[in-house]
C-alpha cells in the first residue's frame, strides 16, 4: 500500500488538487481491479502488489503525460484568480461603471490635449484609453464563441504591441527592458490559457479563456 | 514491444467493440497483441485523458461487481478519427514492408 502511494505522491507532483483527486481515484481503481486479478490467479499478496504497482510503470514518466493533459496547480490558479478578479469588477457596482467609463474620459482628455498642442500627452492618455477600452469594455460585449475569441486575442496582442511603440515612439527599442517587464505578467498569463484551452474540453471553458 | 504514439488508437480500437475501463482496456490490448505490446499502465490514463479533452472519447460512471468504475466510450468523431488513424497505419506499414522486402 506504502508503494502505491508513494507512486501516487510522484505521479500528481504539481497538479492541481482536483486533478490529483481524479488520478488518485482512477489510479487506486486500476490498482485494486489489478490486485483482484492477480490474487484471482493464485498470486501471493505480496507478490501481487509488487506486480500491480510495477505496471504501472514510472511514476515521473506518468506524471509528465498527466501535466500535459490535467490542469497543474499554477494553471488552476490562473483560473481561480481570474475568476475572483471577474467576479470583483462585475459584482462591485462602482468598480464596474468606473472602468466603463474610463476609456471615454481618457478619450476626451486625448482629444483636449491635442486641442492644447500637447501631442506627446494626447498620444499617451489614448493609448492609456484605448488599452483599458480593450481589456475592461470588450468582455462585456458578445465575444463568446471559438471564432470570435481567437479575433479577439490576435487583435489585443497586435494593438498591445502597437501601442507599446505609439507610447514610446522612437524610443521603444531603448524601453524594451521596461516593456518586457511591463508584458511579462499579461504573456505569463496567455501562455497558461493557452496551455488551459488544449486541456479542456470546450464545452467547460469559463468565459475567460475566451478572452 | 513499445510502439511510441499508437496507444491512443489502440485504445480507439479497443472501445470501438464496446465501452469499457481502464483496466480492462489495458489487459485487452496486452491480450490481443499476445503481450507482445507491454506497456505501462500508469501512462493509459493520460492517453485516455487526451482523447477525453479531445472529444474522442467520452467517460460515465458505472459499476462493476458492485464496484463503481469509469467507463469510457468512443464518440463519433473518434470513430472518424480511428478510421484516419487505421488508414494511416495501413499505408504505413504496406511501405514498410516494400522496403524490408526489397532488402
Partial sequence: ?211 | MNLKGTLPTLILEVLANEPSHGYRIAQTIKQSSDGLLDFKEGTLYPALHKLENEGSVESYEGAENGRSRRYYRITRSGRKALNEDRAEWQQLSRAVSMILGEA
Fill in chain 1, 1 to 211: 500500500m506504502t508503494t502505491l502511494n508513494s507512486w501516487l505522491n510522484q505521479a500528481v507532483r504539481h497538479l492541481s488538487r482536483d486533478s490529483a483527486d481524479l488520478v488518485r481515484r482512477e489510479i487506486q481503481d486500476h490498482y485494486d481491479a489489478a490486485l483482484e486479478a492477480a490474487l484471482t490467479s493464485g498470486i501471493d499478496p505480496q507478490q501481487a502488489e509488487r506486480m500491480a504497482v510495477q505496471a504501472l510503470g514510472d511514476p515521473c514518466v506518468a506524471n509528465r503525460q498527466y501535466r500535459k493533459v490535467l490542469l497543474t496547480s499554477s494553471e488552476a490558479k490562473v483560473l481561480r484568480k481570474a475568476n475572483a478578479e471577474s467576479q470583483m469588477i462585475c459584482s462591485t457596482g462602482w468598480i464596474r461603471w468606473t472602468l466603463l467609463s474610463a476609456p471615454g474620459l481618457l478619450l476626451m482628455l486625448s482629444a483636449i490635449s491635442l486641442a492644447m498642442h500637447l501631442p506627446s500627452l494626447a498620444r499617451g492618455v489614448l493609448a492609456l484609453g484605448a488599452l483599458m477600452a480593450m481589456f475592461f469594455i470588450v468582455p462585456f460585449l458578445p465575444i463568446y464563441t471559438i471564432t470570435r475569441g481567437r479575433i479577439y486575442r490576435a487583435v489585443k496582442w497586435v494593438l498591445l504591441i502597437m501601442l507599446v511603440f505609439m507610447f514610446f515612439g522612437k524610443d521603444g527599442w531603448n524601453w524594451a527592458w521596461l516593456n518586457s517587464c511591463c508584458l511579462y505578467p499579461v504573456a505569463y498569463i496567455e501562455w497558461k490559457r493557452i496551455m488551459i484551452r488544449r486541456k479542456l474540453p470546450i464545452g467547460q471553458w469559463p468565459k475567460q479563456l475566451y478572452l
